[in-house]
């Protein structure tokens, strides 16, 4: 069978890194200015209200409401009281549908039993970026939602001003009221909406935003908006979706990426119970879209597994990886032993340094690949028809999804619909669209509506895995005691021989830390050959980063003698805020603050039992600057029990309490899980795990109690969900040593002998 044309394949998974992490150094973007000018003022039909459209990013088109399904973003009021909020952003269990909201509910001093809200369409044009990634939905919109609240307040005030003939500034709001104190008079809402819709939008300058003490709503613990559906079981993901007429569809394809399809049993699975349709697609050179495979479509998801079952498929792997993470660990361990075939950063003398330190440390540090592992297995439902085609998707990145859509297809991204649905995780994983390239060419195909639903095993052997990686560390402590120099050579791997694989270095080596802090410090780097894909995986590169850093810094604090908090004390210094100098680049005195605010939670330097340790490590990525301490035991038989981990956080002001407690603690359980038996290893190209019996998470026995703890700082806010994790992995390891002796060098731990 032919081969189809090679196209570049990560150039889309690297264009999308620089959306999340345009910073270069695993932050996020500067937050949106509003313009006050892209809101527009609205009016429903009679007696329908008043709406609010205003702008997230995108492009404000002149609005009527004949047109209201292509607005932007908007705040609806109808006349009964109910008081309607777009959420733009994809809710993939992060909490972004219920703290969106929030935000302008807090300004419009809505009575949030009266909210309720919408999932938007998918239209970057009109709403601006839609994807959940890199912990930036709230900070790159935290401005706008403020002024759409407040904009809305003032008009509503204004109509109770004009109804009652009096100044609006004595008038009040508070729980979807406006007040008259001085005359006793209140009026809901609803009752003005229809006049507030006749006023002019307030001119630029006229609205005053609160104050951080006056908040009534952001701050407290609230309910996420689709809990109730959730616990009661209604059809909110993906895989719930159902069309009429639907038929289910399978996709099997090489077990080496680049393999292609040389042969199949086709006729043979066409004739088994149930199925419809059985034929080849031969992909369209792009890794991140349509790999090439067979299809399998059957008139149920039972019925197409089975079939699945006997698929005998003859693949030409010429052009297949023949990657082996066994060849790769011993290439990577002699590199080690050499200086780094690139310079990334370098600042002072590292070599005269290592002559007149009082004493260095060698380390080499080794982490495998891992996998995404959501709940939800990749599934997408498509229905082609008339040269279009609407998508039903549970995806992180829907704008990036009709592209690819688009593409695959070969039509305009104009013909191409995608519905946002509810996803059951997604970590990064489903910032890579292929599920919904590949059920559109089989809608296409068999001209009906499908749903595609890819097994645990295609979800393991499929992945754009977190890739593994390398450290092999120099460091010196001076006759002080203090950290003296930093040498830092990082093997990773390349698919072109030119960049590193998607997070597999420092997008800004110089901004990495500790590079800003010490004075004599080179970071270089080696690459090895790699054909096995790569992407974002939560908290992309500092994931791996933190642990490798933080357990080595922790390496030179043992050796000097020094008590871990007072050596990483020492070396943030004076509080300054490091280049880029603001909200994405390091504050260290708001790094001192959880750190020392993590210890004092802890009982640092308490007395402990023979075998029980407590670990400490800080990171700042994403805009987060977070500290962790873990207090865990080892028996004699390297049994590890983590027993409590203690959180420490600025990210602002915070939203939601009870979402970012959920993303603190759900942080430090995916951490933990991944950091103590997690793997993806690869022979002859094909990943060794495919399910959950030979990738084991963490089971409930297992969990130890999360305490976590806000510094509610006047900075704007950020998210939480990818920066609580780093610091995970490296305080647990530390605490490992101060329980046991034994430094951790390799991850998972159960590559040490370490169980749990």
Partial sequence: MKKPPVKPVFSSLEALFDEIDPSGNNSLSTAVKTDRRTFLKISGAAGAGFVLAFSLGGKVEAASSKRRAELNAYIRISPEGSIFIHSKNPEIGQGIKTAMPMIIAEELDADWNDVKVEQSPINENIFGRQNAGGSRSIASNWDTMREAGATARGMLVQAAADRWRVPAKECTTEKSFVFHKKTHRKIPYGDLANEAARLPVPLDGTLKLKDRRDYKLLGRRISGVDNYALVTGQPLFGIDQALPGMLYAVYEKCPAVGGIVASANLDAIRRLPGVKHAFVLPGNGNEQELLPGVAIVATSTWAAFQAKKQLNVSWDESGASKDSWGELEKRAQALGNQPGKETLYEVGDVDAAIQSSAQSIDSFYSFRFVAHASLEPQNCTAWYRNGEIQLWAPTQSPGRGLASVANTLGIEEDKVTIHQTRAGGGFGRRLVNDPLCEVAAISRHIKAPVKLQWTREDDMTHDFYRA?????????????????????????????????????????????????????????????????????????????????????????????????????????????????????????????????????????????????????????????????????????????????????????????????????????????????????????????????????????????????????????????????????????????????????????????????
């Fill in 468 to 756: 593994g990686g390398f450290h092999s560390f120099k460091g010196g402590i001076d006759s002080a005691g203090k950290l003296a120099f930093w040498q830092h050579h990082l093997i990773t791997f390349s698919h072109d021989g030119e960049k590193p694989v998607i997070a597999g270095a420092p997008r800004q080596p110089a901004h990495e830390f500790p590079a800003q802090l010490i004075g004599d410090f080179r970071l270089t780097q080696s690459m090895l050959p790699l054909k096995t894909r790569c992407g974002l995986w939560r908290a992309p590169g500092s994931n791996t980063y933190a642990w490798a850093l933080q357990c080595f810094l922790h390496e030179l604090a043992v050796a000097a003698g020094r008590d871990h908090l007072e050596f990483l004390l020492e070396l943030m210094g004076e509080p300054t805020w490091l280049p880029p100098k603001n909200l994405y680049g390091l504050n260290t005195g708001r790094a001192a603050d959880v750190i020392k605010l993590a210890a004092e939670k802890a009982g640092w330097g308490k007395k402990l039992a023979a075998g029980r340790g407590l670990g400490l490590a800080f990171h700042f990525s994403h805009a987060g600057h977070f500290a962790e301490v873990a207090e865990i035991s080892v028996s004699e038989s390297k049994k590890v029990t983590v027993h409590k981990v203690t959180v420490a956080a600025d990210i602002g002001p915070v939203i939601n309490l009870s979402g970012a407690e959920n993303q603190c603690e759900g942080s430090v359980i995916d951490g933990l899980s991944t950091m103590l038996g997690l793997e993806i290893t690869m022979e002859n190209g094909r990943i060794q795990q495919s399910n959950f019996d030979t990738y084991p998470l963490l089971r409930i026995r297992n969990a130890p109690t999360v305490n976590v703890h806000f510094i509610q700082s006047d900075n704007p806010p950020t998210g939480a969900g990818e920066p609580a994790l780093p610091p995970l992995a490296p305080a647990v390891c530390n605490a490992v040593y101060a329980a046991s002796g034994h430094r951790v060098r390799t991850l998972p731990l159960t590559k040490e002998g370490f169980f749990t």
